[in-house]
């Protein structure tokens, strides 16, 4: 008998860009899978040239092949669903040419003892932003209770390796508090102070 145990909700603003949500959590056999819950796009100037949009939602595990440079490669189209044995995996939401889009990840804790929903005991979020300090990505890594600590200057270099792979510019990442800030929001990094800042002429409240 199955138990959810944890759920997140990704959500993704802007032309370009990803929502990531890395947990770690008790080694256990665990069914888990995400969904897009909703997409909102917007068709252009009727002269407009033709570009993509896409919402994508998946999940990496632990048996998610590598590809190049040691990157992980999940099939994007039906990594949606994972049913195996680990003790984390990280929800992925990549869009590009939406103006919204959103996806809600569960994790069933698949044990004989499973029980009450795990707490969260630590977590932190990384943006991750281009030399105009527009946010290209964000990265959320919680440690659920009884879960392994959590490295936050290795979760920082992973991320920035990957960013870097997957971006055809110059990218960052920093520590930012989005605590504050709604999941739809946009928001830019400031250069000069490397905290959250509403894009020009906007405001976050």
């Not at 919402?55 to 440079?69: F, H």
Request: glycine share 8%; hydrophobic share 40%; no cysteine.
């Amino acid at each position: 008998m199955s138990h959810v145990f944890y759920g997140v909700w990704l959500v993704r603003r802007g032309d370009l860009g990803w929502a990531t949500h890395e947990a770690k959590f008790p080694t256990l056999p665990i069914l888990a899978h995400i969904q897009l819950s909703s997409v909102h796009l917007q068709d252009g100037d009727r002269f407009q040239m033709f570009r993509q949009q896409y919402a994508l939602a998946y999940i990496e595990t632990v048996n998610t092949p590598s590809g190049i440079w040691g990157i992980p490669n999940p099939n994007k189209e039906t990594d949606n669903n994972v049913w195996l044995t680990t003790d984390h995996l990280t929800f992925q939401l990549q869009v590009d040419g939406v103006v919204t889009a959103s996806a809600f990840g569960l994790i069933h804790d698949l044990s004989a003892g499973a029980g009450s929903e795990a707490k969260v005991t630590y977590s932190r979020d990384l943006a991750i932003f281009d030399d105009e300090g527009r946010v290209v990505g964000t990265h959320r890594v919680v440690q659920l209770e009884g879960g392994g600590r959590i490295d936050l200057d290795d979760v920082q270099e992973r991320v920035l390796e990957r960013a870097t792979a997957r971006s055809d510019r110059h990218v960052d990442v920093v520590p930012v508090d989005l605590e504050g800030i709604p999941p739809d929001a946009e928001f830019r990094i400031n250069l000069r102070t490397r905290r959250p800042a509403p894009p020009r002429g906007s405001s976050l409240g």
